[in-house]
DNA sequence: TTGCATTATGACACCGGTGTCAGGATTAGA
DNA sequence: TCTAATCCTGACACCGGTGTCATAATGCAA
């Protein structure tokens, strides 16, 4: 047989009509049990899969969501963040779970992505990943907003919009890293990642850290601080800035586990030991961190939970209902870096 | 405007029938430049996107390339090889290049998922990615095949179809590791990973890597050999058995980094001293290779180009194309660990 | 037997584009 | 001026399903 089968070809195997062959086909129970079994078998037999685009056509969806990955323009093209990826797998289980298909596309954050799979039809809603600089976002987010595109967005807060949002709570991961170092006497703090509001979940995580450490009459110097994204190069160049401006500390907050790596690296070749003189707390709990040398201490982030809940929430979004702000609570990690 | 923005309405709006609407918007030499421009215009004012769906449903065919990444079905569920996720990336990667989407989803090797996105034309066509058990494939490539369905595939050789595979010179790998440890005189070697026809990769780079020694006059003991799924944990496992039973060896060929890493962990906790007393060598250079202690040689495979060959080959497949067999050259990365 | 509800099915319009064909308008050639 | 070629456009069937409506067949009560 040349060609795939249609609904009239069992149509006719079943001598029935091809409208029955479509209710069959779906249990509906306005047909008799007798004939969908039949046309079932025929179906089978004749290896017949429903064309998906002309159901999705009719039905006016799709039964597919799609996920953006917004990467850092300035990182490297090969690599993505691990964290992204382990976001990535957890979210296509879920997907797979709620009988969704998961289209992938990986953007720079500053291409003209909006909606474009929501608007043709290939999405029923779009999952938002990515530490970008969130201030270009906005704008793209108000366009989604008034197109009434369905889409969630991990970490990035859309104006009063927090039901659109899945993230870590950051501001208390931070607290919780601060707290740990306070336990081991280390308060000569370092922080390494972006403090400004590009970055809102770096920016969460260093203001819990620093309230933490004020709590604790510590305040944190801002010439400890520098700036780095979520890159292993850039938390070196960042650490080996500090360590060349004779900048002294005994414990380092990175606003990621990369940026730690990279942090630990240039600690190394300066001839400075981790965690003998210098304590390093990273946060997201990528697969690397815990084979590193020290094994870093680290926030972890549930990626399974996180990936279940974006598109739980999604879903919800796209059939209307009530939807939650969802913040999901950190978990320290202590390894051999502290 | 409820509702989404249809070609009638450009028609309407642009005082033209929905015919000439279609072949403005692709640019068909057919219509007058400046009735395209119009329609171009009009367009994007009312924010229009084609619908997949029905141009899908009418071409017979999707810009839509399927993803199948199979796991082991004994590996963590959370957790994925990070050698897929990089192929992950640079697929995504190319087939954004050639302007096609990507469905992703994650597949359990046993589960029957023979060409469903295809026959329900949801793809043109599947990739499909995976250390699996090979032996269960090889049914599930023939109906592929009898199909008439365009598939690719990682690693895995399809009967008789050379060209429907793209994968690493995994015998040359092997080899390269065999002469790199000669190099450094470590010639009683042990091999980690499963050197049976279930793993065919796995299966050619021991092949290649016992060739190599032989041509040295070296044999490989079989009782210095362990069978380990690409996990952390069966490498870990594996190398503890072998340490267990008193096996001595000076250097350990991993069939992936994932092993080696494992084999690392057991052979530290036994006090045993790498590279001092055994120099270790792992296969796929993933990211996480370069920051354990010590840094891990390995034989690298180029996920980007890689990726790009699967996207490439695929496509000519689409197209009627003729496609070459293609095989990838390794590259020895030699760092800490030998 | 008549009347009405229930069940199972077929006919048909429809989703929103694409491809084909026919035909009007314009221009070139004779 | 007439014919032919070229250019541009509209009408319409079509892709393969889904949902609605009409209807035939059957069952049951009056």
Known sequence: MKGKATSFDIAHHAGVSQSTVSRALRN?????????????????????K???????????????????????????????NPFFLSMLGSITRACAKEGYDLLVSFQSASADWQADYEDSHRADGIILLG???????????KTLL???????????????????????????????????????????????GDASDHSPEFFARFEGFK?????????????KMANAISTEESGYHATRSLIANNIKFNALFAASDL????????????????????????????????????????????????????VENLLKLIREEEVQSTLLPPALIARGSS
């Not at 509906?28 to 017949?48: C, F, G, M, W």
């Not at 009459?217 to 801002?222: A, D, K, Q, R």
């Not at 390093?280 to 990626?303: E, H, K, M, R, W």
Request: proline share 4%; with cysteine.
């Open 146 to 192: 008034d197109q009434n595109t369905k889409f969630v967005c991990w970490g990035a807060t859309v104006d009063n919009r927090p039901d659109l949002t899945v993230c870590c709570d950051n501001y208390g991961g931070g607290k919780l890293a601060a707290r740990h170092l306070i336990a081991h006497s280390r308060t000569d703090c370092a922080f390494i």
């Open 50 to 80: 429903v064309d998906k685009n002309a159901s999705n056509l009719r039905t006016q969806q799709s039964s597919t969501l799609a996920l953006l990955l917004f990467e850092d323009p300035t990182s490297d093209e090969s690599q993505i």
């Open 259 to 310: 940026i730690a790596i990279g942090a630990i690296r240039a600690l190394k070749e300066a001839n400075i030991k981790v965690p003998t003189d210098v304590a390093v707390v990273g946060f997201d709990n990528i697969a690397i961190a815990s084979y590193i040398n020290p094994p870093l201490t680290t926030i972890a982030q549930d990626t399974t939970i996180a990936g279940q809940m974006l």
């Open 211 to 223: 309230d933490e450490l004020l709590a604790n009459n510590v305040t944190i110097n801002e010439r």
């Open 131 to 141: 530490y970008g600089d969130y201030i270009d976002f906005q704008p793209k987010f």
């Open 28 to 48: 509906s129970p306005l047909v008799n049990e007798e004939t969908r079994k039949r046309v079932h078998d025929i179906a089978k037999q004749l290896n017949y």
